[in-house]
């Protein structure tokens, strides 16, 4: 055989000829070899099979890898052989390759990946070459029916796993045949785990080729198990100078190695070489597989994080959750550390994969001094930067940041038996993002609630005055646990002729305007009344306020002067200025009745309506007040509505004024499982010359 300038070319009759271009992807060695035995099959050149699909995949395949452009398949069959040509459309000239070697064991040691496909050519081949031309490169081969590497062509090919021995009974130069099956064994694309059977193909190839007696594949996918046999053969290998090993050319995480229980010597050592690339490739084609499913999980992990830690608004349960979300997956144990107003660290949730070790976890984060892991803490908080954790705490802190604010740290020990890759870690210092904003977030939350509970209570009376003869009982649910300031106050206000006043009010909207506006109402009212204006006149006087100073809002109120009457009796004077009517309950029996007539609400209009209802309590009777936030709670599209209220109430007559404000309280409250979506006031003026129930 020879490196030539070009193929031979012949004419004749009895030639087939055949011309495909094919694209640059991992389907063109396959489709280039059911072009050649196509061909084959036409010229009756079925000895030459095995070499010409061997040759021809080596072409192929390593014109697909380094030039990565179109392919020209050509293919010529005669009488006398075939000569296939495999041209790209790429500059540059073929690797160079010195051919002048006949061992082809020595030739693979020696050369590079991609001169091996041409060693291949050159040993098998009775003649190749290469061709130039403008637009490319070519790589041609000759197979000649009569010579086949000195077998004529009534020799029979040996089985494509056997070797032919050489006279001095070493291995021979393995067949066509053989050399063809091996480079042809691929992966199942339908197995669920195709490796196994993959390797243990490969393996079995091999080892009958270079006839070793035993062989094993070892694999370390660096998930802390360390090395796993994927694939034997024959018996365990033997430790010597007989014990051929290849190391598996993957990245890391994974590691591995081909064991052959036979001499590095002749083909083994080629041959073993060429067997782990394989192997390799695949393998490496599994790990960017298992890493891109993993990446996956960490983004489900992280989102279903996420929604956890939004879900909660509690500083303290958020920071319990974050050492459950991490341990196990993460990490041994986790620690969440906050920093108080002073900088100092507080331990703030803590959790172990094993229980029992909580107490030692603890202790080991209270220790102090200078090497201990709480001395690493700050220094994680105060740098701002990832720390490693010594023994025998030994893991890694990150610093809590969210919005520049630095809230604390959160500690991770190493898992049991290996240390978190470069993806956990990953994913550890992003659970720390979300940790801290929702960290943030619940703290701001509690702020807001805070200062919402402050402004609420400064516009509600801290308790209702104590008069002989009249009870005052008020109860108060604030819209959206406590989070935004409602519009609905009530109060009771002394009167210079010696009578009480009691006021209910709700200032449409919500928040910090609404509160003001609340204020506002309040405040003027206790002004005028203190002066002893007559009512009709203080709500003329707040509606002209409200017009002018109420930023659009407007309030409903009902106002309800007390004072003793004849004998035992009450005498009350009430007003309604678009507010609800009070529902009156007496004592001495009867169905529960709505009292008073409606008026115009304030701050709507430039002048109002304040029509006044006298009425008398006898002792033991009761007026219930109330805002709209008890007769619109909803469940559902269902109100409760004034009828319920009003046969909720019917019952309680005779009660004190705290039973029946805490009853109708617990009535509307348990009519809907869900959040207030109003204010709920109920302010309950009871007639106390007789004794209650």
Same mark, same amino acid.
């Not at 396959?30 to 010409?52: G, K």
């Not at 293919?75 to 000239?93: E, H, K, R």
């Not at 403008?134 to 010579?147: H, M």
């Not at 009344?529 to 809002?553: H, S, W």
């Given at each position: 055989m020879s490196a030539e300038a070009g193929p031979a070319t012949r004419t004749g009759l009895d030639e087939h000829v055949r011309r495909v271009r094919l694209p640059a992807d991992r389907r063109t060695p396959a489709a280039a070899r059911a072009v050649v035995r196509s061909v084959l099959a036409e010229a009756d050149l079925d000895e030459l099979l095995n070499e010409a699909l061997l040759l021809t995949t080596e072409l192929s395949t390593n014109a697909v890898e380094h030039a990565r452009t179109e392919l020209d398949i050509e293919v010529t069959a005669d009488q006398a052989g075939l000569t296939v040509t495999v041209s790209d459309f790429a500059a540059g000239p073929v690797d160079e390759l010195t051919v002048g070697v006949r061992n082809l064991a020595t030739d693979i040691a020696e050369v590079a990946e991609?001169?091996?496909?041409?060693?291949?050519?050159?040993?098998?081949?009775?003649?190749?070459?290469?061709?130039?031309?403008?637009?490319?490169?070519?790589?041609? /081969?000759?197979?000649?029916?009569?010579?086949?590497?000195?077998?004529?062509?009534?020799?029979? =090919?040996?089985?494509?796993?056997?070797?032919?021995?050489?006279?001095?009974?070493?291995?021979?130069?393995?067949?066509?045949?053989? !050399?063809?099956?091996?480079?042809?064994?691929?992966?199942?694309?339908?197995?669920?785990?195709?490796?196994? &059977?993959?390797?243990?193909?490969?393996?079995? %190839?091999?080892?009958? !080729?270079?006839?070793?007696?035993?062989g094993v594949v070892r694999?370390?996918?660096?998930?802390?198990?360390?090395?796993?046999?994927?694939?034997?053969y024959g018996r365990q290998p033997r430790a010597g100078n007989d014990l051929l090993r290849v190391p598996l050319a993957v990245h890391r995480p994974y590691a591995g190695e081909l064991e052959l229980d036979a001499a590095p010597t002749a083909y083994a050592q080629p041959l073993a070489m060429l067997t782990a690339e394989r192997l390799s490739l695949?393998?490496?084609? &599994?790990?960017?597989?298992? =890493?891109?499913?993993?990446?996956?999980?960490?983004?489900?992990?992280? =989102?279903?994080?996420?929604?956890?830690?939004?879900?909660?608004?509690?500083? *303290?349960?958020? !920071?319990?959750?974050?050492?459950?979300?991490?341990?196990?997956?993460?990490?041994?144990?986790?620690?969440?550390?906050?920093?108080?107003?002073?900088?100092?660290?507080?331990?703030?949730?803590?959790?172990?994969?094993?229980?029992? !070790?909580?107490?030692?976890?603890?202790?080991s984060l209270r220790e102090a001094g200078p090497d201990s892991v709480l001395a690493r803490l700050r220094e994680a908080s105060r740098n701002g930067t990832r720390t490693p954790l010594g023994a025998p705490m030994e893991g890694f802190a990150v610093p809590l940041i969210a919005r520049g604010q630095r809230l604390g740290t959160l500690a991770v020990g190493r898992h049991q038996r290996h240390r978190q890759d470069p993806d956990e870690i990953a994913v550890l210092e &992003?659970?720390?993002?979300?940790?801290?904003?929702?960290? *943030?977030?619940? %703290?701001?939350?509690?702020?807001?609630?805070?200062?919402?509970?402050?402004?609420?209570?400064?516009?509600?009376?801290?308790?209702?005055?104590?008069?002989?003869?009249?009870?005052?009982?008020?109860?108060?649910?604030?819209?959206?646990?406590?989070?935004?300031v409602g519009g609905d106050f009530y109060d009771v206000v002394p009167l210079p002729d010696g009578r009480w006043l009691v006021v209910i009010g709700d200032v449409s909207g919500k928040g910090v305007q609404a509160a003001a506006v609340t204020g506002l109402v309040r405040d003027v009212i206790r002004v005028l009344a203190g002066d002893g204006k007559p009512l009709p006149e203080v709500l003329a006087r707040l509606n002209e306020t409200l017009v002018e100073r109420g930023a659009g809002r407007y309030c409903t109120l009902a106002l309800a002067a007390v004072g003793p009457g004849e004998g035992d009796q009450l005498d009350v004077g009430l007003h309604l200025a678009g507010h609800d009517r009070p529902v009156l309950l007496r004592s001495s029996g009867g169905p529960a009745a709505f009292v008073g007539t409606?008026?115009?609400?304030?701050?709507?209009? &430039?002048?109002?309506?304040?029509?006044?209802?006298?009425?008398?309590? *006898?002792?033991?009777?009761?007026?219930?007040?109330?805002?709209?936030?008890?007769?619109?709670?909803?469940?559902?599209?269902?109100?409760?509505?004034?009828?319920?209220?009003?046969?909720?109430?019917?019952?309680?007559?005779?009660?004190?004024?705290?039973?029946?404000?805490?009853?109708?309280?617990?009535?509307?409250?348990? /009519?809907?499982?869900?959040?207030?979506?109003?204010d709920i006031a109920i302010l309950v003026l009871r007639n106390d010359a007789l004794p209650d129930r």
């Amino acid at each position: 055989m020879s490196a030539e300038a070009g193929p031979a070319t012949r004419t004749g009759l009895d030639e087939h000829v055949r011309r495909v271009r094919l694209p640059a992807d991992r389907r063109t060695p396959a489709a280039a070899r059911a072009v050649v035995r196509s061909v084959l099959a036409e010229a009756d050149l079925d000895e030459l099979l095995n070499e010409a699909l061997l040759l021809t995949t080596e072409l192929s395949t390593n014109a697909v890898e380094h030039a990565r452009t179109e392919l020209d398949i050509e293919v010529t069959a005669d009488q006398a052989g075939l000569t296939v040509t495999v041209s790209d459309f790429a500059a540059g000239p073929v690797d160079e390759l010195t051919v002048g070697v006949r061992n082809l064991a020595t030739d693979i040691a020696e050369v590079a990946e991609r001169g091996r496909g041409l060693l291949l050519v050159d040993h098998f081949a009775s003649r190749w070459g290469t061709t130039y031309l403008r637009t490319g490169k070519g790589v041609w /081969f000759r197979l000649d029916r009569a010579d086949r590497r000195g077998k004529g062509p009534t020799t029979p =090919a040996p089985p494509a796993s056997a070797t032919q021995p050489d006279g001095a009974g070493q291995t021979a130069v393995p067949s066509a045949g053989a !050399m063809n099956a091996l480079m042809q064994t691929t992966p199942d694309p339908y197995a669920e785990d195709p490796l196994p &059977d993959f390797a243990a193909g490969l393996l079995t %190839r091999v080892a009958e !080729m270079v006839g070793a007696a035993g062989g094993v594949v070892r694999l370390d996918r660096g998930d802390g198990q360390g090395a796993q046999v994927l694939a034997r053969y024959g018996r365990q290998p033997r430790a010597g100078n007989d014990l051929l090993r290849v190391p598996l050319a993957v990245h890391r995480p994974y590691a591995g190695e081909l064991e052959l229980d036979a001499a590095p010597t002749a083909y083994a050592q080629p041959l073993a070489m060429l067997t782990a690339e394989r192997l390799s490739l695949h393998l490496e084609n &599994d790990r960017l597989r298992r =890493a891109d499913v993993r990446r996956q999980a960490w983004l489900t992990f992280l =989102a279903e994080a996420s929604e956890l830690l939004a879900q909660s608004l509690d500083v *303290e349960l958020t !920071m319990a959750l974050v050492p459950q979300l991490v341990v196990p997956r993460l990490g041994q144990w986790c620690a969440v550390h906050t920093t108080d107003e002073w900088g100092r660290l507080r331990l703030a949730a803590a959790s172990h994969a094993d229980e029992s !070790m909580l107490p030692q976890l603890h202790a080991s984060l209270r220790e102090a001094g200078p090497d201990s892991v709480l001395a690493r803490l700050r220094e994680a908080s105060r740098n701002g930067t990832r720390t490693p954790l010594g023994a025998p705490m030994e893991g890694f802190a990150v610093p809590l940041i969210a919005r520049g604010q630095r809230l604390g740290t959160l500690a991770v020990g190493r898992h049991q038996r290996h240390r978190q890759d470069p993806d956990e870690i990953a994913v550890l210092e &992003d659970v720390a993002r979300r940790a801290a904003l929702a960290i *943030e977030n619940a %703290r701001i939350h509690a702020e807001r609630r805070r200062v919402a509970q402050t402004l609420q209570q400064s516009l509600l009376p801290p308790v209702l005055p104590v008069v002989e003869g009249i009870g005052f009982a008020a109860e108060y649910v604030p819209t959206g646990g406590d989070v935004d300031v409602g519009g609905d106050f009530y109060d009771v206000v002394p009167l210079p002729d010696g009578r009480w006043l009691v006021v209910i009010g709700d200032v449409s909207g919500k928040g910090v305007q609404a509160a003001a506006v609340t204020g506002l109402v309040r405040d003027v009212i206790r002004v005028l009344a203190g002066d002893g204006k007559p009512l009709p006149e203080v709500l003329a006087r707040l509606n002209e306020t409200l017009v002018e100073r109420g930023a659009g809002r407007y309030c409903t109120l009902a106002l309800a002067a007390v004072g003793p009457g004849e004998g035992d009796q009450l005498d009350v004077g009430l007003h309604l200025a678009g507010h609800d009517r009070p529902v009156l309950l007496r004592s001495s029996g009867g169905p529960a009745a709505f009292v008073g007539t409606g008026g115009t609400a304030l701050g709507l209009l &430039d002048a109002i309506a304040s029509p006044t209802a006298q009425l008398s309590l *006898e002792p033991g009777d009761c007026l219930v007040f109330y805002t709209d936030g008890v007769t619109e709670r909803r469940r559902g599209r269902e109100l409760f509505g004034t009828g319920r209220l009003r046969d909720a109430a019917a019952p309680l007559a005779g009660y004190s004024a705290d039973v029946v404000a805490a009853r109708l309280r617990a009535t509307a409250i348990n /009519f809907s499982v869900e959040e207030p979506r109003d204010d709920i006031a109920i302010l309950v003026l009871r007639n106390d010359a007789l004794p209650d129930r």
